[in-house]
């Protein structure tokens, strides 16, 4: 079965400063995705970037930026210059390539809550 | 374009009781997959619908069901409440069940269940 583990239970960032929030994850497949899924207080979980295993260019979004290992199983997000609205819960989830069982669903790790100081 | 829309947005229930958490996908979607979100916690798998079929359940016990509609709506059914069913439940829309012709799911608003 496949595992996602986050670390970092809290993490703070300075405004305008980088901050990277770490995942690793488990797995025997050799095809999936991987997400980072932001959580503000709304409680609405909003992606912010995927990456597919098969790629070996890491995935940007505006500032947001993965630094995927694939034999390492890691996938961390780096988020540059950060802003107040950047503060949320962080989760990692993992989604399998292969749709023939039920594999259909995400795997999320436990979060990581950002706070970014004014 | 809606996004995914649940309703309620909150609800109290009595231990014992049933519960009926409702979802609409965003337009064009056809999986919709429901999640437990206890409080500081990941969201937990608990059910995925595509084309009125279930094609994936979650290690939770019976007294959960769902259902897909023809209009792809969905809806999430729990009986006989326990106190640890207290969480927050999240619906997610998928174009379709393939996550090769498109691997993102969008997730809704949830319901916040409080079981008392």
Known sequence: AQTVTQSQPEMSVQEAETVTLSCTYDTSESDYYLFWYKQPPSRQMILVIRQEAYKQQNATENRFSVNFQKAAKSFSLKISDSQLGDAAMYFCAYRSDDYGGSQGNLIFGKGTKLSVKP | ?116
């Open chain 2, 1 to 116: 374009d809606a996004g995914v829309t649940q309703s309620p947005t909150h609800l109290i229930k009595t231990r014992g009781q049933q519960v009926t958490l409702r979802c609409s996908p965003i337009s064009g979607h056809k999986s919709v997959s429901w999640y437990q979100q206890v409080l500081g916690q990941g969201p937990q798998f608990i059910f995925q619908y595509y084309e009125k079929e279930e094609r994936g359940r979650g290690n939770f016990p019976d007294r959960f069901s769902a259902r897909q509609f023809p209009n792809y709506s969905s809806e999430l059914n729990v009986n006989a409440l326990l106190l640890g069913d207290s969480a927050l439940y999240l619906c997610a829309s998928s174009l379709t069940f393939n996550p090769g012709q498109g691997p993102e799911a969008f997730f809704g608003q949830g319901t916040r269940l409080t079981v008392v």
